[in-house]
């Protein structure tokens, strides 16, 4: 496939890839390297909406971008892409991966044009990758990673979850992705074996992840920790006849922080009884400017369980930690080979233990920069510890953390950009913690992973907006559940909401990978883009008047209260509008139902 690829582009080289996650995708990665090209690995946009902006945006983002001398995709992808209007597509050079399987052996170097002079593949300072990041807070970013910073990543991680080559590895997350693609060049440099799935099969059957585990006595496996609820909901025995058997696994390597400890704790508790042992479950940091792996909390052979099934971990604020980091004056006086220091964010000054702040991280991982963006480069991947000697830059993360007790646990509390200021503005309050309480408000009509919380226009309210399940039941009526929301919120967290949003399946804006998109969401309620089933709009003061819509004819009534014990109550059912409470609280319905 190398040489098939040389036939077409020059080494250095920059190839767009295409192709959908599997042994394909697996191939392509390693035919790149081995031909000493440079890979974009992206998700293939759906074919039939490429003739819509929205369906082709990040694709000709990343052509503008890389400009890649080719793209690697499947035939009939390649076919539905010549028939879109799409120009700037149609002119580039498309190789059917299907072409590049059909060639004859590696004995064939002189079509390559070069002879054997591919398999030197990508030296250290040489450009291997182009990463793209979520775009959780933005727009995907190009990170630039060299075959060494690479393979110093994958390296630290293998010593971090001591792999070696009797490991199994056992994966569902795309290679596409950093963490998939991390993970698969992890189990080659451990000499370990790796058994993939496809990221749909497991969205259609959860189960099937841990069946995999079981079947091939997986003793590692990666699985982001947004996911452990819809692991919990639709994994159970009921979702499948196999027996499971989870006693092989060293590491559950948790990813995709936040880590709530109440979801792992539940889900140690209901999957101890397959076997699975508490000391296995590894939560941990990372992200693309630093190729992917950060830090681990895990605790290797010296985990001990407090009692039963429970963790050995700590947590705080809810969380559990994703780093232990090493003490404060080291005796061999040497820094680590990853660097983390949680500093001021204004000042870049290290701040003490127990006192939150921005993460920086800083190792041979790091990546170079972002492509085509020097000054973003500068400000994120060029930063310095004021008094510090040396010429040790340091990754902004852009994430808050806190260093805390005497093991220096590292908890990573959320995206700084994510944040949201209160009412007084004394305090800023990170975004998951509110889509925490309003989905614990109504677990069993929200979809879990699909509420987002952002600030309003107005500086002193927040916005909420939940996808409803599908089929969901009639026996809770839409202004309930968001009366709900807003109770949960303020109980739990002192913040008002003044806007609660209820949205059909899917109507909340994820990246590939699942992160919420809360700019997103906040630029398509705005637009009226989000597809409404419910909303209500609540008044400033604590009365808790109310404003409600839903899609259909509209009516007026008297709003009903969230505070507890406050005079004005109100239940809707269909058309028929029943309400007490002062005048000066209306609640105006517009409602489907």
């Known amino acids: 496939m190398a040489l098939g690829l040389l036939e077409t582009v020059r080494r250095g080289d920059t190839v767009l890839l295409l192709a959908a996650p599997g042994l394909r995708l697996v191939k392509l990665i390693f035919a790149c390297q081995r031909a ?58 498309w190789v059917p991966v299907g ?7 590696p004995g064939d170097t002189a079509a390559a044009g070069g002879g054997p002079g591919y398999y030197g593949g990508c030296a250290p300072g040489e450009t291997y990758l182009i990463q793209y990041t979520s775009g959780a807070t933005g727009a995907p970013r190009p990170v630039v990673v060299t075959a060494g910073a690479a393979a110093h990543n994958v390296r630290a991680a293998r010593k971090a979850y001591d792999l070696h080559p009797g490991s199994v590895v056992a994966s569902w997350l795309p290679q596409y992705h950093d963490c998939g693609l991390m993970f698969l060049l992890l189990t080659v440099v451990a000499g370990a074996t790796c058994v993939l799935a496809s990221p749909a099969a497991f969205v259609w059957r959860p189960r099937l992840w841990l069946e995999l585990v079981a079947e091939f006595r997986a003793t590692c496996t990666p699985f982001p920790s947004f996911a452990l609820p819809l692991v919990l909901r639709r994994g159970r025995p009921a979702h499948g006849a196999r027996p499971l058997d989870l006693g ?47 830090s681990t909390a895990w605790r290797g052979a010296d985990a001990k369980l407090r009692s039963g099934r429970q963790l050995s971990l700590p947590s705080y604020k809810k969380l559990l930690p ?11 006086g040497e820094e680590p080979e990853i660097d983390i220091v949680v500093v001021d964010g204004q000042t870049g000054v290290p701040v003490e233990d127990g006192v939150e702040g921005e993460i920086w991280v800083s190792s041979p991982s790091n990546a170079s920069g972002y492509l085509g963006q020097p000054s973003a480069s500068r400000e994120v991947f060029g930063a310095r510890l004021p008094g510090r000697a040396g010429a040790r830059c340091f990754v902004r993360t852009g994430d808050c953390g806190v260093v805390r007790g005497t093991e220096r646990y590292l908890y990573v509390l959320g995206r700084s950009a994510d944040a949201i200021a209160t009412g007084d503005g004394r305090r800023r309050v990170h975004a998951h913690y509110l889509e925490t309480a309003a989905f614990g408000s109504s677990p069993g009509s929200l979809r879990g992973g699909c509420v987002a919380a952002f600030a309003a226009p107005s500086p002193s ?49 994820k990246t590939t990978s699942g992160k919420l998109l809360r700019g997103s969401a906040r630029e398509m309620l705005a637009g009226e883009l989000i597809p409404k089933v419910f909303e209500a709009l609540y008044d400033e003061d604590d009365r808790g008047a109310t404003c409600a819509r839903g899609g259909g004819n509209e009516v007026e009534a008297p709003g009903t209260s969230w505070v507890p014990g406050e005079a004005g109550s109100g239940e809707v059912a269909g058309m028929v509008v029943m309400a007490s409470g002062s005048a000066s609280q209306r609640l105006r319905l517009q409602s489907s139902l």
Not at 99 to 105: F, N, T, V, Y
Not at 483 to 493: H, L, P, Q, S, T
């Open 322 to 332: 994703s780093a232990r980091l090493p003490p404060l004056v080291a005796s061999s």
């Open 99 to 105: 072409h590049l399987e059909s060639r004859g052996g």
């Open 461 to 509: 309210s927040v916005v909420v907006v939940a996808e409803l399940q599908k089929g969901r039941g009639n026996n809770v009526h839409p202004s309930s559940i968001c009366d709900g929301i807003r109770r949960a919120v303020w109980k739990e967290e002192g913040v008002k909401v003044g806007h609660v949003v209820l949205a059909e399946s899917g109507g909340v804006p």
């Open 36 to 93: 000493g090209l440079v890979a974009v690995p992206m998700s293939p946009p759906d074919a039939s909406k490429l003739g819509t902006p929205a369906g082709r945006r990040h694709l000709l983002r990343a052509v503008a971008q890389t400009r890649p001398a080719a793209a690697v995709a499947d035939a009939g992808y390649i076919e539905a892409v010549m028939e879109s209007p799409v120009a700037a597509l149609k002119r580039l050079r």
């Open 248 to 294: 092989s696994l060293r590491n559950l390597i948790l990813v995709n922080e936040p880590i709530y400890e109440s979801s792992v704790d539940e889900f140690v508790e209901k999957f101890g009884r397959a076997g699975l042992d508490a000391a296995s479950i590894s939560p941990s940091y990372g992200l693309a400017e630093n190729c992917k792996f950060v």
